[in-house]
């Protein structure tokens, strides 16, 4: 065994490095398809060889990763769906898109599942550090956000899409989709919200919550917007410092009806009328499920194929590869079974989060859940084509799954709950 120390702080360091990486594998870096396509496989597989290699690493130092599923029906009903979207491949139109998908969804499912696994561990043997989700993930949200804003300052061309005519310009550009960038940072500023209190007499949240909230201005993305509102209004009634809450309730009442008018109600992007059609999603929506879907009702057309063909296109609709909507996107690839099997999960994930004893696990999971879920209704979303927001949401429930076991054998090492001032672990047998 190991005999130098464990020190917390140096893990979780790498561990938000992983997180980052794992998070910059999602964005298209380059102008190549191919190569983007297989750096995002590359970079994704690396950060699930490093947890791995950083759980070995652990364990020959003493810390034990032994642990028990509760809340099992959510663990066992998302491997049944990963299992219906293998077989699925076998009458896909595009079998090669269908597996590359898959592959990633089942890469990001054992990342996610050995992340909280190790955790899980931390939060066990350290019970006065803080391992949860959000302290872990607001660093790598924070700074992925904040590449995309110096990108906007230092190379617009790259970083801004153009849309309706020229007359908008969203961050994000062909790196990333806006709306998904949108979330994204939505997500951080809720992980930032969730460390206020711990942040005594420091700037650094609020600058943080700036980049955040800045670069999802940028990407004019509405459905973000949307979610910062609801998770915002959450925290003002959940949170328990004073300082906090005023200080909070004041910047949103100053900025958010600038940020209605200027996002929502903009002219440019088409004003109310457009929001009422959900950007033209509404009739996209009805073709699908009223001319695609009748064709394949039970098993759908494959893993994340929406038609017979590459493209759907309505009578009366544009063109599009996927359905702006994860839960039609799993109806059309996957059939009522898929649809079924998804609903299912979820219900018994939220199930598990409303019995969850501990408040704070409770608001972190919905301050963290509320932009990924609001992003599903009008982009690729938790269940659709491989995205972050898919990552976000196995981290989630399975922070409700995996729970350490405290049936070690007689011989094993085990560290104790000890941490002294010089910074040493102390190691101990647990007694025969």
Same mark, same amino acid.
């Given at each position: 065994?190991?005999?130098?120390?464990?020190?917390?702080?140096?893990?979780?360091?790498?561990?938000? #490095?992983? !997180? %980052?990486?794992? +998070?910059?594998? $999602?964005?298209?870096? =380059?102008?190549?398809?191919? &190569?983007? @396509?297989?750096?995002?496989?590359?970079?994704?597989?690396?950060?699930?060889?490093?947890?791995?290699?950083?759980?070995n690493t652990l364990i020959k130092k003493g810390l034990s990763l032994r642990i028990q599923l509760r809340n099992s029906l959510a663990f066992w009903g998302y491997l049944a769906y990963l299992v219906l979207a293998g077989i699925s491949i076998f009458w896909a139109f595009d079998k090669n898109f269908a597996l #590359?998908? !898959? %592959?990633?969804? +089942?890469?990001? $499912?054992?990342?996610? =599942?050995?992340?909280?696994? &190790?955790? @899980?561990?931390?939060?066990?043997?350290?019970?006065?550090?803080?391992?949860?989700?959000?302290?872990?993930?607001?660093?790598?949200?924070?700074?992925?956000?904040?590449?995309?804003?110096?990108?906007?300052?230092?190379?617009?061309?790259?970083?801004?899409?153009?849309?309706?005519?020229?007359?908008?310009?969203?961050?994000?550009?062909?790196?990333?989709?806006?709306?998904?960038?949108?979330?994204?940072?939505?997500?951080?500023?809720?992980?930032?919200?969730?460390? =206020?209190?711990?942040?005594?007499?420091?700037?650094?949240?609020?600058?943080?919550?700036?980049?955040?909230?800045?670069?999802?201005?940028?990407?004019?993305?509405?459905?973000?917007?949307?979610g910062f509102s609801l998770l915002s209004g959450i925290f003002l009634l959940r949170s328990k410092g004073k300082w906090s809450k005023i200080l909070l309730f004041f910047s949103i009442l100053i900025v958010l009806p600038f940020a209605v008018q200027k996002i929502v109600l903009n002219e440019e992007k088409g004003?109310?009328?457009?929001?009422?059609?959900?950007?033209?999603?509404?009739?996209?929506?009805?073709?699908?499920?009223?001319?695609?879907?009748?064709?394949?009702?039970?098993?759908?057309?494959?893993?994340?194929?929406?038609?017979?063909?590459?493209?759907?296109?309505?009578?009366?609709?544009?063109?599009?590869?996927?359905?702006?909507?994860?839960?039609?996107?799993?109806?059309?690839?996957?059939?009522?079974?898929?649809?079924?099997?998804?609903?299912?999960?979820?219900?018994?994930?939220?199930?598990?989060?409303?019995?969850?004893?501990?408040?704070?696990?409770?608001?972190?999971?919905?301050?963290?859940?509320?932009?990924?879920?609001?992003?599903?209704?009008?982009?690729?979303?938790?269940?659709?084509?491989?995205?972050?927001?898919?990552?976000?949401?196995?981290?989630?429930?399975?922070?409700?799954?995996?729970?350490?076991?405290?049936?070690?054998?007689?011989?094993?090492?085990?560290?104790?709950?000890?941490?002294?001032?010089?910074?040493?672990?102390?190691?101990?047998?647990?007694?025969?």
């Amino acid at each position: 065994m190991n005999s130098r120390p464990i020190v917390p702080s140096y893990y979780l360091f790498w561990i938000r #490095i992983i !997180l %980052f990486f794992k +998070i910059l594998g $999602f964005l298209a870096l =380059f102008e190549s398809g191919g &190569l983007n @396509k297989l750096v995002k496989i590359g970079l994704g597989t690396c950060m699930t060889l490093a947890i791995v290699l950083l759980s070995n690493t652990l364990i020959k130092k003493g810390l034990s990763l032994r642990i028990q599923l509760r809340n099992s029906l959510a663990f066992w009903g998302y491997l049944a769906y990963l299992v219906l979207a293998g077989i699925s491949i076998f009458w896909a139109f595009d079998k090669n898109f269908a597996l #590359i998908q !898959l %592959f990633r969804d +089942i890469d990001l $499912f054992i990342f996610s =599942f050995l992340l909280i696994r &190790l955790l @899980k561990s931390f939060e066990l043997a350290f019970p006065d550090r803080d391992f949860s989700l959000s302290n872990t993930l607001y660093w790598p949200v924070s700074l992925n956000a904040a590449y995309f804003l110096l990108g906007y300052f230092f190379a617009p061309d790259v970083f801004l899409r153009l849309t309706h005519d020229g007359d908008v310009a969203r961050l994000g550009g062909l790196i990333m989709n806006p709306n998904e960038l949108g979330m994204l940072c939505s997500l951080g500023a809720g992980c930032i919200l969730l460390k =206020f209190s711990s942040f005594k007499r420091s700037l650094l949240p609020l600058f943080l919550l700036f980049i955040c909230l800045s670069v999802m201005y940028l990407t004019g993305s509405r459905s973000s917007l949307i979610g910062f509102s609801l998770l915002s209004g959450i925290f003002l009634l959940r949170s328990k410092g004073k300082w906090s809450k005023i200080l909070l309730f004041f910047s949103i009442l100053i900025v958010l009806p600038f940020a209605v008018q200027k996002i929502v109600l903009n002219e440019e992007k088409g004003g109310a009328e457009e929001v009422l059609s959900m950007t033209g999603r509404i009739p996209f929506w009805h073709a699908l499920l009223t001319e695609a879907h009748p064709k394949e009702p039970l098993l759908g057309y494959g893993f994340m194929n929406i038609y017979y063909t590459k493209y759907f296109q309505g009578r009366n609709t544009y063109p599009a590869t996927m359905t702006h909507n994860t839960f039609i996107q799993v109806l059309l690839n996957l059939g009522y079974a898929g649809a079924f099997i998804v609903l299912v999960q979820m219900a018994v994930s939220i199930r598990a989060v409303i019995r969850e004893r501990n408040d704070f696990k409770r608001l972190e999971f919905w301050l963290l859940f509320i932009p990924i879920f609001i992003n599903s209704l009008t982009e690729f979303g938790i269940w659709g084509e491989t995205n972050y927001g898919i990552l976000f949401y196995q981290l989630l429930f399975l922070s409700f799954v995996v729970q350490n076991s405290t049936d070690f054998q007689s011989r094993e090492i085990r560290i104790t709950n000890n941490f002294p001032k010089n910074g040493k672990l102390k190691i101990t047998k647990r007694p025969i």
